[in-house]
Structures are given as structure tokens and as C-alpha cells.
T-cell receptor, first 116, second 114 residues
Framework: EAQVTQNPRYLITVTGKKLTVTCSQNMNHEYMSWYRQDPGLGLRQIYY???????DKGDVPEGYKVSRKEKRNFPLILESPSPNQTSLYFC???????????????FGDGTRLSIL | QKEVEQNSGPLSVPEGAIASLNCTYS??????FFWYRQYSGKSPELIMS????GDKEDGRFTAQLNKASQYVSLLIRDSQPSDSATYLCAVNTDRGSTLGRLYFGRGTQLTVWP
């Protein structure tokens, strides 16, 4: 089954404790992306990756890191989480960038992070 | 910053009515336009995509695009309670420095009451 898998689905942690949210896709997609979703603000892109070893900042990259060492994986790293990073996070992948050329983005189920 | 604006909700319609969702975008270079549906607590799922001016129909859904007016809409005919969700408009340019970027509106919450 084609899917984007995020882990963990839920996490409550404390300020400053490094955490990693994993994202894996089994569709051989080149393009992957991380979004955060906050009430009233919609989906905002954090980072995206066009291919292995190619990453770029989205609209809200501060406080986050990513890496793309393998095509299927795109982890999101919070080196020193703060309460303002409490949010719902989505990983997405697509065959081509931005959902163009009739290739939609496939979203993972989401990770709800609470930073105390 | 690419702006994508959606009509503020929430939108409430009776079962069987037509629900009309609107979206405007700021970047004239935008090439691809999408409507995603998101149920509460779930991830967004693509329901419509449109790339050229005019209407595109898929079942009860019709997407309308007017690039001159920088406007895209989604019509849901014969609305059902199961259509109750937040609808997200998304656009991207498919080219240039913003290749790879998909910009979302804040969403419009739709409630269809029986």
C-alpha cells in the first residue's frame, strides 16, 4: 500500500529536549515536505526536499532541521524545542514538486507535538 | 510570500444544497491549483486539481479557475453531511525559484446539516 508514515503520532515533551519526527514514504517519490498546522493559520511549509541531499527552507524554518540522506526518509529535527513549536505536523511526498503535472501530494497521518 | 486567501467561514448549508468555496491567489505565475479536504483530526486529501481556465467536473465537485481574476472556486452539488470538513485551497508555480513550493490557504470549514 502506498503511504507516507510518520512517527510518533503523538508526543508530549519538555522545552529543550531534542526530538526527531520520522517520515518515510514507499512510493519512490523525489519530493518531500514538512508542514505545520496551527488553528487559524492553515498549513505552513517548514522545509522541503527536491531529492536526496537537496533541501530548502519553507516559510517557517526557524527552530527546525531536516536531512535527506535516503530517498524514502525525511526526518524533522527539533534541536531545542520550545512551546511555540507545539503544533500538528504533516509530512508529504509527491512524484514531482508542489503537486504539479498531475502528481498530488500524499500526506502522512500527522504528528501532534506538545512542548511544555 | 505567496498569498492564498479563502473566504472566511464557517460555511453552513442544508443537505442537498450547493456549497460554494472561494479562493484567490496573489502570484500571477501560479500554474497549478488544488482543493484538499481535511476532516477533523485527519490529514488533507486531494479532491480536485485544475490547471487551465474554465470548469472541471468530477462527480458532485466542480472546480472553476479564472487566471485573469486570480480566482479559483469549488462547488459541491447535492451537499451531504459527509462533506462536512475543512477545505483547503493550494497553489503552486511549477517554475522558477518557488518550484517545489505549495502554498495553502487557511481553509474554509463547511458544515452540511441534515
Amino acid at each position: 500500500e502506498a503511504q507516507v508514515t510518520q512517527n510518533p503520532r503523538y508526543l508530549i515533551t519538555v522545552t529543550g529536549k531534542k526530538l526527531t519526527v520520522t517520515c518515510s514514504q514507499n512510493m519512490n517519490h523525489e519530493y518531500m515536505s514538512w508542514y505545520r498546522q496551527d488553528p487559524g493559520l492553515g498549513l505552513r511549509q517548514i522545509y522541503y526536499s527536491m531529492n536526496v541531499e537537496v533541501t530548502d527552507k519553507g516559510d517557517v524554518p526557524e527552530g527546525y532541521k531536516v536531512s535527506r540522506k535516503e530517498k524514502r526518509n525525511f526526518p524533522l529535527i527539533l534541536e531545542s524545542p520550545s512551546p511555540n513549536q507545539t503544533s500538528l505536523y504533516f509530512c508529504a511526498s509527491s512524484l514531482s514538486p508542489g503537486g504539479g503535472s498531475n502528481q498530488p501530494q500524499h500526506f502522512g497521518d500527522g504528528t501532534r507535538l506538545s512542548i511544555l | 510570500q505567496k498569498e492564498v486567501e479563502q473566504n472566511s467561514g464557517p460555511l453552513s448549508v442544508p443537505e442537498g444544497a450547493i456549497a460554494s468555496l472561494n479562493c484567490t491567489y496573489s502570484d500571477r505565475g501560479s500554474q497549478s491549483f488544488f482543493w484538499y479536504r481535511q476532516y477533523s483530526g485527519k490529514s488533507p486529501e486531494l479532491i480536485m486539481s485544475i490547471y487551465s481556465n474554465g470548469d472541471k467536473e468530477d462527480g458532485r465537485f466542480t472546480a472553476q479557475l479564472n487566471k485573469a481574476s486570480q480566482y479559483v472556486s469549488l462547488l459541491i452539488r447535492d451537499s451531504q453531511p459527509s462533506d462536512s470538513a475543512t477545505y483547503l485551497c493550494a497553489v503552486n508555480t511549477d517554475r522558477g525559484s518557488t518550484l517545489g513550493r505549495l502554498y495553502f490557504g487557511r481553509g474554509t470549514q463547511l458544515t452540511v446539516w441534515p
